[in-house]
């Protein structure tokens, strides 16, 4: 029986917490990070930062904003181990303390759909197989198509975010557990829309995905990012929940013990709470910042973090992760599975 796809999670997936030293400073990871996301935590608002190897360090999009990628340094490099962050206010003012979420991808991909006849957009990126996470890279056509993720056979995406890098429309968002005629936007709150134009009403497959005219995924012309998970057994999941509005709250199974977890209600306008395991260190998780808004880091009781799982808490608003019969999906990586290829179990905090 196999009881995960990968032992080391860490190898792929890590969250640092640090304090910023105001001159340019490399930070430890543990591995050559692909996607660094960065977010100052403290005493005032600050943009969500993310940049990649595919569009470069020079490149800076905002998950908490609509606005076309903008040329600016506040992340210089991608080290071996790590990432060297500017003096920048928003990612290394002195003082003042930030997390950083990365994952790795690292073998580059290309693929010239003409030549392939693998999807009808061309495509090129950043990929890991292993660990079901690609960055793709795409010019719009205007007309539906297909493009290639890289991810490979039984891989198939169960999320994708995608921004367009030219334009100031929204980070769009593929749940699988949504379905293909469904969308949600990473730097708002609203409920899950209907549209055809954004999945074309076409599922992931493990070669493509597919997107329709809207110029959130697909303007004539103009440059898109697109990042796109695959589920690993022990690693990584997406999922869907209903809440019972109780504190003895919904279970939700993972595979493992969470690393990182960010959950979004999807029946009603709800924020894009994010937690971890490096700001919380033990139960109940209650420090958590919002994908889709600039301010500080702030406490609320969600959920505790189980040894495969998470189970959803209410607080005296009734409302968190667990408002009675709330729609839910979630994304999360596993600090470590719930047992390992060896047989070793996860431990509970």
Known sequence: MAYTDIDKPSDYFNTITYTGSGTSTAYTVGFQPDWVWVKKRDTETSNHILVDS?????????????????????????????????????????????????WKAGTSFTNDASATGIGSIDSTGSVNTTSGFSI????????????????????????????NRNGTQGWAVYHASL?????????????????????????????????????????????????CFAKKKGYSKFGSYVGNGSSDGTFVYTGGKISWLMVKRTDSAQGWYILDNKRNTFNPEDKYLEANDSDAEATFTFC??????????????????????????????????????????????
Not at 139 to 158: D, E, Q, R, W, Y
Request: glycine share 12%.
């Open 54 to 102: 595919v569009r470069t360090t020079a490149k800076t999009l905002f998950s908490d904003l609509t606005s076309e990628e903008l040329t600016e340094t506040n992340i210089t490099s991608f080290d071996s181990n790590g990432f060297s962050a500017a003096s920048s206010g928003a990612t290394n003012q002195n003082g003042h303390g930030y997390v950083a979420w990365n």
């Open 179 to 227: 379905g293909n005629t469904k969308f949600l936007q990473l730097n708002a709150t609203a409920a899950a829309g209907t549209a055809s134009t954004f999945w074309n009403n076409t599922t992931p497959t493990s070669s493509v995905f597919s997107i329709g005219t809207s110029g959130w995924v697909n303007n004539s012309g103009e440059n898109y990012i697109a990042y």
């Open 304 to 349: 505790d973090f189980l040894s495969n799982g998470f189970k959803a808490r209410v607080d005296n608003t009734g409302t968190g992760f667990n408002a009675s019969g709330g729609s839910y999906i979630y994304m999360c990586f596993n600090e470590n599975p719930f047992t390992t290829s060896t047989g070793v179990p996860a431990t509970a905090r």
């Open 136 to 163: 793709i890279s795409y010019t719009g056509t205007g007309s539906a198509g297909t493009v290639a993720h890289g991810l490979g056979s039984g891989n198939i995406p169960k999320m994708i975010i995608v921004k």
